[in-house]
């Protein structure tokens, strides 16, 4: 099944700085999520999307999408404390059966 | 009101044992799903039902079943349960078709002992 990778898988970043992180999947897709875990928490959805956008925004997050480079990155602009978290990329492949595979994830401290 | 709920929250067992692990979803969704999450972070799916039909079963080992009495519910239960099973498992649900983001719970940590 395919897999979202991101890297780095740690990052640490004083609050204000922007945190960036990467992912790379391996086949064609529908759509690219990207969600968030508190420690100790479940999942949630940060930003959708599709394969046919190359940039989507939603407050302090900005998403971009290559499909030719089969990679999408996540940026958090101006960090904060409570950003603090793992942040996962999750593929929704183009052949359906909502099948989202998601990749290790990326921890992230924001250090007050 | 918790849209996607699932108990218990930690569940330790000795080898050997059959557990379940309840989940129930309130928002209308038609797709429910199993992740494992190992200790890695890294998160696998188990299993999704769609209306009460297993659509994907990944390599999973027989010991794992899902039950779906109705469309708010996936329960998952283990049979002879092994030290590799500890991992947490997250209930999601979703609804059905594309673009649809998946909803979910807040984890039950397994601990095999």
């Known amino acids: 099944s395919q897999q979202g990778e991101e890297d780095p898988q740690a990052l640490s970043i004083q609050e204000g700085e922007n945190a960036t992180m990467n992912c790379s999947y391996k086949t064609s897709i529908n759509n690219l999520q990207w969600y968030r875990q508190n420690s100790g928490r479940g999942l949630v959805h940060l930003i959708l999307?599709?394969?046919?956008?190359r940039e989507k925004h939603s407050g302090r997050l900005r998403v971009t999408l290559d499909t030719s480079k089969k990679s999408s990155s996540l940026l958090i602009t101006a960090s904060r404390a409570a950003d603090t978290a793992s942040y996962f990329c999750?593929?929704?492949?183009?052949?359906?059966?909502?099948?989202?595979?998601f990749g290790k994830g990326n921890q992230v401290v924001v250090i007050p | 009101d918790t849209a996607v709920s699932q108990t218990p929250k930690y569940l330790v067992t000795q080898m050997g044992n059959d557990k379940s692990i309840k989940c129930e979803q309130n928002?209308?969704?038609?797709?429910m799903y199993w992740y494992k999450q190992d200790s890695k972070k890294f998160l696998k799916i188990m299993f999704s039902?769609?209306?009460?039909?297993?659509?994907i079963n990944e390599t999973v080992p027989n010991r794992f079943s899902p039950k779906s009495p109705d469309k708010a519910h996936l329960n998952l239960h283990i049979n002879s349960l092994e030290l590799g099973d500890s991992a947490v498992y997250f209930c999601?649900?979703?609804?059905?078709?594309?673009?649809?983001?998946?909803?979910f719970g807040q984890g039950t940590r397994l601990t095999v002992v």
């Open positions: 928002l209308g969704h038609d797709t």
């Open positions: 999307i599709r394969s046919n956008e």
């Open positions: 999750a593929t929704d492949p183009s052949w359906g059966n909502n099948r989202l595979a």
């Open positions: 999601a649900s979703s609804r059905e078709g594309a673009y649809a983001e998946a909803f």
């Open positions: 039902y769609n209306n009460k039909e297993l659509i």
